[in-house]
């Protein structure tokens, strides 16, 4: 040892600094040894507990049950019944919540109807675990979906060709422009999930004004658009909300989905840079800008 403080010409001083900080680093060194010399093992105990069959069940259906337990609603006894028509206490006390009854009533009061026991399961607004207690119990009277003042169609009805009639008048149609999360989720195919995508996307845009913009919603199989494309429509009285192109700074330009922070860069760039722009055709002076861009934009615009 003292060759190699000699040899690195150490003070006394140093040698003792030295000396020091090499036992500390063993005695950090071996604290996880001396550690698990000391430690005694601990046993677990644990009990298995099984749960019963009906305890497995969904985030959904446990809800479900919930509210079933603290309602104060007497549950009707399940007997036959015709879900075409009832109200909203009836479809309360075979079980239904406020929300699940009023969605059915907001279906029927869009033209929709019940043709079979399977177009109650296609709500989703209902379970299926709502559904299946329901199913044996429903029986649809077919002679009432046949409205007393429509002759030929009540004639028509009797046919193959009549109950397709009557499917086809029972499907729901959806104003774009105004319809709410309640509205969507009657339609196959948009859960709660989408119907609120397709809603704050709505807002996002400032207003649709094209049904085909549906089919740019986030996530949505382009399947289920072509399933639903026949039962939308855009309202004729269509409220946009429109952009002021010569006053809008680039934060509130890149807002729109439409309009990348890049896009609203340009735009502005160039408006400072050359006046304010008169209509869309001033824009085809950014290069950058292509025909499809400038076509999507424009009716969100206001010079």
Known sequence: MKKFFKYFELSLAEQRGFIMLSVLILCQLAVPYLYDMVRKEESLDYELTFLEQEDIQTHEGAEERKINRNSNKKLLPLTMFDPNGLSIEQWGRLGLSHKQAQAIKNYEAKGGKFLNKEDLSKMYTIS??????????????????????????????????????IERKSTPLIDITTADSVDWVTLRGIGPVFAKRIVNY??????????????????????????????????????????????????????????????????????????????????????????????????????
């Open 128 to 165: 299926k675990a709502q559904y299946e207690r329901l199913a044996p119990y429903v029986k649809i009277d077919k002679s009432k979906l046949i409205d007393k003042g429509e002759g030929m169609f009540a004639q028509e009805a009797k046919t193959a060709e009549g109950q397709k009639a």
């Open 202 to 303: 709505r807002n996002a845009l400032g207003g649709f004004c094209d049904v085909n913009q549906i089919a740019e919603v986030y996530g949505l199989p382009p399947e289920t658009y072509e399933s639903i494309r026949q039962q939308l429509y855009l309202g004729a009285a269509t409220a946009i909300r429109k952009i002021a192109i010569n006053r809008c700074t680039i934060d509130e330009l890149s807002k729109h989905p439409y309009i990348s922070r890049k896009h609203a860069q340009w735009i502005v760039n160039y408006r400072a840079q050359h006046g304010g722009y008169k209509n869309l055709e001033s824009l085809t002076g950014i290069e950058l800008l292509d025909q499809d861009f400038l076509r999507k934009i424009e009716p969100y615009l206001e010079f």
